[in-house]
Protein backbone atom coordinates (compact mmCIF):
# COMPACT_ATOMS: atom_id res chain seq x y z
CA UNK A 1 0.00 0.00 0.00
CA UNK A 2 1.34 3.50 -1.07
CA UNK A 3 2.22 6.11 1.72
CA UNK A 4 1.26 9.88 0.37
CA UNK A 5 2.43 13.07 2.74
CA UNK A 6 1.27 16.49 1.66
CA UNK A 7 3.52 19.22 1.85
CA UNK A 8 3.91 22.96 1.23
CA UNK A 9 0.51 24.46 2.99
CA UNK A 10 -0.33 27.06 4.94
CA UNK A 11 -1.26 30.99 4.95
CA UNK A 12 -1.27 33.41 2.60
CA UNK A 13 -2.99 36.38 1.28
CA UNK A 14 -5.23 36.65 -1.55
CA UNK A 15 -3.29 36.81 -5.28
CA UNK A 16 -0.40 35.05 -3.34
CA UNK A 17 0.97 31.62 -4.79
CA UNK A 18 1.72 28.31 -2.91
CA UNK A 19 3.38 24.83 -4.57
CA UNK A 20 2.31 21.82 -2.52
CA UNK A 21 3.99 18.77 -2.53
CA UNK A 22 3.16 14.81 -2.43
CA UNK A 23 5.59 12.59 -1.57
CA UNK A 24 4.68 8.66 -2.32
CA UNK A 25 6.36 5.87 -0.99
CA UNK A 26 7.39 2.70 -3.51
CA UNK A 27 7.76 2.54 -7.08
CA UNK A 28 4.33 1.63 -8.61
CA UNK A 29 3.79 5.58 -8.13
CA UNK A 30 4.87 5.90 -11.41
CA UNK A 31 2.00 3.39 -12.56
CA UNK A 32 -0.36 5.42 -10.77
CA UNK A 33 -2.70 8.90 -11.94
CA UNK A 34 -2.53 11.07 -9.30
CA UNK A 35 -4.82 13.71 -8.34
CA UNK A 36 -5.72 16.77 -6.11
CA UNK A 37 -8.63 17.28 -3.86
CA UNK A 38 -9.81 19.40 -1.43
CA UNK A 39 -12.18 19.98 1.20
CA UNK A 40 -13.10 23.50 2.45
CA UNK A 41 -15.39 23.16 6.03
CA UNK A 42 -18.67 22.20 5.96
CA UNK A 43 -18.14 20.92 2.26
CA UNK A 44 -17.88 17.91 0.56
CA UNK A 45 -14.51 16.97 -0.83
CA UNK A 46 -14.23 18.17 -4.23
CA UNK A 47 -12.14 17.20 -7.20
CA UNK A 48 -9.35 19.95 -8.39
CA UNK A 49 -6.58 18.20 -10.39
CA UNK A 50 -5.42 14.82 -12.22
CA UNK A 51 -2.30 14.27 -14.05
CA UNK A 52 -2.14 10.60 -15.77
CA UNK A 53 0.65 8.26 -14.88
CA UNK A 54 3.12 9.64 -17.51
CA UNK A 55 2.21 13.14 -16.92
CA UNK A 56 1.07 13.63 -20.98
CA UNK A 57 -2.53 14.15 -19.71
CA UNK A 58 -3.94 16.10 -17.10
CA UNK A 59 -7.25 17.52 -16.09
CA UNK A 60 -8.75 20.35 -13.79
CA UNK A 61 -11.56 21.65 -12.19
CA UNK A 62 -12.96 24.79 -13.68
CA UNK A 63 -12.68 26.86 -10.65
CA UNK A 64 -9.03 26.59 -11.20
CA UNK A 65 -8.34 26.21 -14.62
CA UNK A 66 -6.00 28.86 -15.59
CA UNK A 67 -4.73 29.33 -11.95
CA UNK A 68 -3.90 25.65 -10.67
CA UNK A 69 -0.72 23.08 -12.47
CA UNK A 70 -0.25 20.20 -11.81
CA UNK A 71 2.63 18.32 -12.79
CA UNK A 72 4.74 15.27 -11.38
CA UNK A 73 8.72 13.89 -11.09
CA UNK A 74 7.98 10.13 -11.10
CA UNK A 75 12.28 9.90 -10.61
CA UNK A 76 11.23 11.31 -7.35
CA UNK A 77 8.19 9.39 -6.48
CA UNK A 78 6.48 13.26 -6.41
CA UNK A 79 3.59 15.51 -7.40
CA UNK A 80 3.29 18.92 -7.02
CA UNK A 81 0.64 21.27 -7.15
CA UNK A 82 1.60 25.00 -8.07
CA UNK A 83 -1.56 27.41 -6.79
CA UNK A 84 -1.39 30.50 -8.37
CA UNK A 85 -4.13 33.54 -8.19
CA UNK A 86 -5.08 32.15 -4.82
CA UNK A 87 -8.73 33.42 -3.73
CA UNK A 88 -10.20 32.71 -0.28
CA UNK A 89 -12.79 30.50 -1.84
CA UNK A 90 -9.66 28.11 -1.88
CA UNK A 91 -9.24 27.77 1.36
CA UNK A 92 -8.96 24.09 2.09
CA UNK A 93 -7.98 20.98 3.30
CA UNK A 94 -6.01 19.62 0.59
CA UNK A 95 -5.45 16.10 -0.27
CA UNK A 96 -3.58 14.24 -2.63
CA UNK A 97 -4.11 10.64 -3.67
CA UNK A 98 -3.71 7.89 -6.11
CA UNK A 99 -5.83 5.55 -8.53
CA UNK A 100 -3.73 2.71 -9.49
CA UNK A 101 -6.37 0.95 -11.76
CA UNK A 102 -5.74 1.48 -15.28
CA UNK A 103 -7.99 3.43 -17.66
CA UNK A 104 -8.72 7.42 -17.59
CA UNK A 105 -8.13 10.32 -15.48
CA UNK A 106 -11.02 9.95 -12.54
CA UNK A 107 -12.91 13.04 -11.05
CA UNK A 108 -14.53 11.68 -7.96
CA UNK A 109 -13.29 10.51 -4.83
CA UNK A 110 -14.53 6.63 -4.79
CA UNK A 111 -12.16 6.58 -7.87
CA UNK A 112 -9.03 6.92 -5.59
CA UNK A 113 -7.03 4.22 -3.67
CA UNK A 114 -4.80 5.52 -1.79
CA UNK A 115 -4.73 9.16 0.27
CA UNK A 116 -2.80 11.45 2.23
CA UNK A 117 -3.43 13.16 5.34
CA UNK A 118 -4.35 16.27 4.12
CA UNK A 119 -2.40 19.85 3.88
CA UNK A 120 -4.09 22.72 4.87
CA UNK A 121 -4.39 25.88 3.00
CA UNK A 122 -5.73 29.18 4.08
CA UNK A 123 -5.91 32.21 1.87
CA UNK A 124 -6.68 35.35 3.82
CA UNK A 125 -8.74 38.51 1.99
Known amino acids: QVQLVESGGGLVQAGGSLRLSCAAS????????MGWFRQAPGKEREFVAA????????SYADSVKGRFTISRDNAKNTVYLQMNSLKPEDTAVYYC??????????????????WGQGTQVTVSS
Open 97 to 114: AADRTPGPIQLVVYEYDY
Open 26 to 33: GRTFSTYT
Open 51 to 58: IYYYGGRT
